[in-house]
């Protein structure tokens, strides 16, 4: 069976500044689907309780924007779009909460506060908060290897006197670009006192720099993620997909909780 890499980054979650208490979460979500559907937006959640977690699916889509056309990739032609003006073509995400470390799994980090708003919708309360797993020092001391590192530049707004900035921003003047991205990408790359250094000269200038992400593993080879300015956990597997690439969520949920019971062993 075809599968497809999924990641998942892993924040705290707190309610009341306590730990989560899963009776409190079995009180008030129910195993149902829940809706939140607009004028041109549509959401859809569903629990399920499973040992101490709560696996969750949500998905959401927007009629809008819309092409009127697609290409057919087999004729190379255009037709029809058969989307109506009226339908939503929903987008599939996946969280998970384990009760046993009050860490909270998600696939997709920029979905996060619509979770917390339903929670807080349901528990009436807007005492559920999303806690960063590190600050800055913490996640820089406990990074050991280094998997990849990726940040924008505006070169008029940057000033500093690092090799690495300082011939990025040459090149991007060079080619009379606004804003230039690198990406680097390691194996398996040992995190010395030099490179620690670096990656602290990045935060610390991290107001001129766009969308900076640092992607490792600590000393137990845990994976450790920042991206959209958070400090959190990570966790990568291949799962199971169905013709339509769609991923199979037993095969996600199954997966997910053993990278993490065998992280705890």
Known sequence: ????????????????????????????????????????????????????????????????????????????????????????????HFALIDFTTNLFWISSQKKRNILLNLFKSEFHTNN?????????EQFISALSKLDKLRFGMVPNLFSNNSSLTEAFKDEINQYEAVEGILELKYDDKFVGNSLSEKIRSLFKNEGCLDGITISGRDSRNL?????TNVFSRKIEFK?????NEMFNSDDVFKKLIEKIEDEKN
Do not use: C
């Open 1 to 92: 069976m075809e599968q497809k890499l999924i990641t998942f980054s892993g924040i705290y979650l707190t309610k009341d500044d306590k730990k989560l208490d899963i009776l409190d979460f079995k009180e008030h979500l129910k195993e149902e689907i829940y809706r939140d559907i607009d004028e041109n937006t549509a959401h859809f959640y569903s629990f399920k309780f499973q040992n101490d977690y709560l696996r969750i699916q949500y998905s959401d889509g927007s009629t809008f924007p819309r092409n009127p056309s697609v290409i057919n990739i087999e004729t190379k032609q255009n037709e029809p779009n058969p989307r109506k003006p009226n339908q939503v073509e929903p987008r599939e």
């Open 128 to 136: 559920i908060v999303a806690k960063d797993v590190y600050d800055k």
């Open 223 to 227: 994976g450790m993620l920042f991206n």
């Open 239 to 243: 799962a199971i997909i169905d013709e």
